[in-house]
């Protein structure tokens, strides 16, 4: 089947360790995004990427870096300089052109350092 | 950057119409209006989303007033698999960038049985 598959579901880190969150989608979609969302709040981006290896920081893209070596990829890593780490954080690839295109998005991974 | 005001919580009873307002009063001609939903601890997923006519698919309908300021989501016959977040964005043109992809805090909509 079709989807984003992002991996691993549950992360436990400790702190000033840096991690790194997959992504994977095979809808072959240009565009991927990353969101973060804290609890009872809305979706903020992180990075997105419109094209192989071209990305750009969204709203709160410090301490996070990604790359886009590969069309299906977009890994997220969670680096020991973001200063409030534990979150839900959600992968999202699109198809169609950014206005009117639909977001596809993954089943979350829930990050929580200790 | 246009923005979105939605009311944050609303109840309604199973088998019931449930109508979602979405004020954007700062919306521009080029704007699209987009509806996810978020269902608890899952990534959104698309509902439905128009430019300036009422839309229908087999999720919802979506009214948009003349003048474009302000939309509402219709769910025709609401079931408890509908208790969700709602979030309704804003989409500019091809040249937009990042703009309106940003989700707010959106509705969080309670089915009672």
């Known amino acids: 089947d079709g989807g984003i598959t992002q991996s691993p579901k549950y992360l436990f880190r400790k702190e000033g360790q840096n991690v790194t969150l997959s992504c994977e989608q095979n809808?072959?979609?240009?565009?991927m995004y990353w969101y973060r969302q804290d609890p009872g709040q809305g979706l903020r981006l992180i990075y997105y990427s419109q094209i192989v290896n071209d990305f750009q920081k969204g709203d709160i893209a410090e301490g996070y870096s990604v790359s886009r070596e590969k069309k299906e990829s977009f890994p997220l890593t969670v680096t020991s300089a973001q200063k409030n780490p534990t979150a839900f954080y959600l992968c999202a690839s699109m198809r169609g052109q950014v206005n009117t295109g639909e977001l596809f998005f993954g089943e979350g991974s829930r990050l929580t350092v200790l | 950057d246009a923005k979105t005001t939605q009311p944050n919580s609303m109840e309604s009873n199973e088998e019931e119409p449930v109508h979602l307002p979405c004020n954007h009063s700062t919306i521009s001609g080029t704007d699209y209006i987009h509806w996810y939903r978020q269902l608890p601890s899952q990534g959104p997923e698309y509902v439905i989303h128009g430019l300036t006519s009422n839309v229908n698919n087999r999720m919802a309908s979506l009214a948009i007033a003349e003048d474009r300021k302000s939309s509402t989501l219709i769910l025709h016959r609401a079931t408890l698999r509908d208790a969700a977040v709602y979030y309704c964005?804003?989409?500019?043109?091809?040249?937009?960038?990042?703009?309106?992809?940003?989700f707010g805090k959106g509705t969080h909509l309670i089915i009672q049985p």
């Open positions: 964005i804003l989409r500019d043109g091809p040249g937009g960038g990042a703009d309106g992809l940003t």
């Open positions: 809808l072959n979609h240009d565009a």
